[in-house]
Structures are given as C-alpha cells and as structure tokens.
C-alpha cells in the first residue's frame, strides 16, 4: 500500500468577490520509504499542497489517503517541517527535539532517552545541551529534521529546508538527509526550488506548473544508491538536469 | 566585564557627578537660594540626621509597594489571558483597560481613602491601578506576537489549543511580561506615595507630606532621594529577576549584540 495517494486534488482561495484558483486537480503518490521532490515556480502552491496533506487545511475536491486511511483528521499523520526551522529558543537541542512527544504527552524523562538517544546516533549529541541561539544554520536545521523525524519517521513533508543555507552547508546536510532517510526508512515528501538538489536526493520528481498549479511531468531518477556529489557529473544527470531547467524556465514569471 | 560595566554606565556616572556638582556650587555661591532649594550635601545631612524616622516610614511603603506589585501581576497576567481569549473578548476589554488608565488616579485616593479607611488597603489598590496596565498589555502583545508558521507546525502536530498556549505562546510572551513589570516597577514606588499622601498612618508619602508642611525641605529631599533609590531597587530585582527565569534570553541577547559589535565596530 502507498504511503500517500492523492486524486483529483483541487483548491482555490476566496480573494474578494473572485475565486483564485491554487490547486487545479492533480494526482501525486508517494510509496513506502520513497524520496518524492517537488519542483515548481515560486508561488505556485506546492505550501498550500503540503498544508493539505499536513492537515491544516481541506481540499476542495478529490480524495487523500494516508496509509489507506482517508479520514479528514490527519494532523499527527506526518511529520511537517516548515521553511524556517521554529526552533523554541527557551529550550535546549534535546528539549526542542522532544516538542512533538511532548505534545503527545510522552513523558518528560522517556522522551529526554529517546531525543538523546537520536541526537547521538546523529552525530549532535555534543549540542545536547545548547540553546538553539548558539548553533549555526546548519546545525537549527538538522535539529528541527530531527524534531520533525522524533514525531514522526514513518512520513516526512519537508518544504524546502535547506533553502536558506550556503552551498556547502547545504551539501552536508543534504547527505546527513539521505543517511537519516535510510536509516529510519521514512517516507518523504520534498519541496525544492533547486534542480540539482531534487536530482541529488530523490526517486522520483514531480515537476508543477506556475499557479494554478498541475503536475507537469513526473521524472524517475536512475542514479545508485547511496548517492554522492559526484554523480550530479554523471551524463544521465547532466542531461536530466537540462531538461527540467528548460521545462521550469517557461513557467517562471518575469 | 567591568570595563563593559563602565561603558555602558560610565556617561550617566559622569553627567550625574556634574550635575550634582553645579548644583552645590550654584547654591554656595548664593546662600539665600539654600532656603528653597538645599544643596546635595545639605540633602545627604538631613538624611543621616533624619535616618531613624525615614527607615521606620520606608518600611510600610515598600511593604505596600511590593503587596500592589503582586495584586497588579496576577491581575495583569489575567487581563492578558482574557485579551487572547478571542478577537470578541479583545475587542470588549481593550477599550475599557485604556479607558481605566484615563483616570486620574490621584483624583480616586482620597476615594479610596473614604471607601477603605486610613489602612493598608487602599494603598495596595493604588499602587495596583498604577501597575497593572503596563504589565497586562505587554503580555498580551508577547502572547499574540507568537511566529504564525510555529502555530502552524504545532497545529500539524494535533497539538491543542491549550498545548499550544502552554508550550509555545506563554513561554514566549515571558520576554515582554518581565518588559511590562519593569516599567510597573518604576511605577509602584510612587503610587504607594501618592496613596499614603491623602492620609496614612506611616510611610514615607505622609513623611514627606508633614515635612513640607513644617518647611523641612532638606528632609523632603531626602525622602525624595530614598523614593528614587527604593524603585531603582525594584527595578535591578526585575532585571535580576529575568536573567534567573530566562537565561536563554540573557544568552541570546548577549550573542546578538557580539554579532552586531562585530559587525559594525562603530556602535561603541
């Protein structure tokens, strides 16, 4: 059974008098332990599609399961990582990396093992300790996947979390992702503005129009696993790379 | 961290110590001014002469001040959960909060006085219509300034509406709670004087007042100096106060202000 499929899945927004189409029908499935990126021109709705699958908001037409089940109440069915990491700066790494046992109302000294237990099999127990005002972009992010991943590792919606990071940084955090990816075996949802990233990480790639958004072309890619940097080099990946950058350029506004 | 004390201190220290100094020159030079206005050292006199009347009414002042601090905190912390219950409650009470603090309080002591006696009581009231508004609205701005995408996440989390106020919005509007009670701080000396003015029993308000009657101005002054250096107390044990409660703010604010130091050395 896939992880998530979705039909026909529409929504507009009321703008006024008129009806601003967002969402026109479109059809997406994510399986079991996949990695599904998203790419699409600013603006185009992808936030508003992941608001729908988190569950915070309704579509207006078609239909959404998750796991086979369609109930409309799916908020705690994913785990939903914004833009901006949110860390809570009152608290420290490992409280913030519990906020989503603590909303489950695990208690306190179970879910301090476990989001000890996470940061060290990840490489950040030595941050433990700290206020998230002490730690470097990179760093908030790794710990809010982490937030997001101690919540819920069956299922990952994450909106382009590396967006704001430098080159580097974002290279690292890309492979530290794919690691953290195959270990927990998740299943995940990306949103990206950027073709090589969506190349580098995922099996699969939807490509989305500018708004009202539909699905353009879904693209498998066909490079091994594990992956690393190098292989963006590889002609397969050159030449898929050119091809998506010649699809998205004529969907990009001026 | 010294040197950093004096930087940030040091400009105040040196116009303060001029100031003063001007002062004591400008009534040497003309003595016949002393009967108005007595010089800082004449001031500092009247207070060691005075210390044992002045320690005696200190007391019930501060024990006033500190009882309205408390009344007017709880009662601002619930102005401010009843604010951001709803727009609709918002919308009733903000109005009439602001419309409260129109009122000349000065004007209402010595109702109070008439409605609650010569007592305690009616000071602690005073003190507390002086304080509560600072600290209710600031908390309710800290309250709803909560980052919308972290409602968001909590939201996709199942979390309900009370999780959300207990882990996200509440710790977060402590910043502005502790800005509120600070300015309430500056404030709960002098509406514990103004309460005590009208009429009480004891307290440096009704020292004050029946020293001015028998023209001991140096005493008033001194008293003054007391009033002054009772809310800078108050004031330093709000500070101390946060930085206890919220070391990550402490620590956050510190960083911030290294990075912009560095960024910009011309900020010192």
Known sequence: MPRLVLEGVSKSFRQGRQLLPVLQPLDLEVEQGEFVSLIGPSGCGKSTLFNIIAGLEQPDSGSLSIDGDASPRRTGKTGYMPQQPLLLPWRTVEENVLLGLDVRRVPRRQALERARELLKHFGLADFAQHYPATLSGGMRQRVALLRTVLFNSQFLLLDEPFGALDALTRLSCQMWLLNLWQEVHASVLFITHDVREAILLSDRIYIMSARPARILRVVRVDLERPRHADQLAESRAVQLEQELVSLLVKEQAL | ?268
């Open chain 2, 1 to 268: 961290m010294k040197l950093r004390w004096f930087a940030s201190y040091g400009p105040a220290f040196v116009l303060a110590v001029a100031l003063l100094a001007l002062w004591e020159l400008a009534v040497r030079a003309d003595l016949s001014l002393a009967q108005f206005l007595p010089s800082p050292s004449m001031i500092v006199q009247a207070l060691s002469l005075n210390w044992g009347a002045i320690y005696e009414n200190t007391i019930p002042t501060l024990l006033e001040t500190v009882l309205g601090m408390f009344v007017a905190t709880a009662l601002g912390l619930l102005l401010a959960m009843l604010l951001d219950l709803s727009s609709w409650s918002r919308r009733a009470i903000y109005p009439l909060l602001i419309i409260s603090q129109t009122i000349p309080i000065v004007a209402l002591a010595p109702l109070l006085l008439i409605w609650g006696g010569i007592g305690i009581g009616p000071k602690i009231v005073v003190v507390t219509l002086y304080c509560f508004f600072p600290i209710a609205v600031a908390t309710a701005d800290g309250l709803e300034s909560a980052e919308p995408d972290l409602l968001k996440l909590l939201k996709s989390m199942g979390a309900s509406r009370w999780q959300i106020l207990w882990l996200v919005r509440l710790p977060g509007s402590l910043p502005s709670f502790y800005s509120g009670l600070r300015i309430a701080a500056t404030y709960s000396v002098t509406g514990a004087i103004v309460g005590e003015f009208v009429g009480a029993y004891q307290g440096l308000g009704i020292y004050m007042e029946t020293s001015t009657n028998s023209h001991a101005i140096p005493v008033v002054f001194a008293t003054i100096v007391v009033t002054a250096i009772l809310s800078l107390a108050l004031f330093a044990l709000v500070n101390l106060l946060e930085r206890l409660t919220l070391p990550w703010y402490h620590a956050s604010r510190v960083q911030a202000g290294e990075r912009l130091a560095y960024s910009g050395r011309f900020l010192r």
